[in-house]
């Protein structure tokens, strides 16, 4: 099982950060929330400050767990870590993404999400 960190940024207006994946990658097309595997030893609030400063280019600051999600995608399963963060500094800069949008929670389920990252959609919906 691989683990995997996902930070549920939260900006302006209560929207929260969504990144759809580039064409060709794994979930290629689909939108998630950023993040990234933990490397051994790593912390998943340290995990999400090195991914999103490497894929996006900005800092944030995760500060609350929010929940866990294990999902099976066939090739390969996952345990995701979602963690409430708050974004610090820096302008976005799309490496492993080709869009993103801050999105108001009730939102959510209209962008077609990567399938680990619906159960956090939808207890952000219910006011999560």
Known sequence: MIEVAAAIVVGEQGR??????????????????????????????????????????????????????????????????????DYIDGIIELIDHDAHAWVAPSELMNYALAPADVPFAELLVCGG
């Open 16 to 85: 929260v950060l969504l990144a759809r994946r580039k064409q060709g990658k794994q979930q290629g097309g689909l939108w998630e929330f950023p993040g990234g595997k933990l490397e051994p030893g790593e912390s998943a609030a340290d995990c999400l400050r090195r991914e999103l400063l490497e894929e996006m280019g900005i800092k944030i600051e995760p500060h609350t767990y929010f929940a866990v999600h294990e999902h099976d995608y066939g090739t390969v399963q996952i345990r995701l870590y979602a963690y409430k963060a």
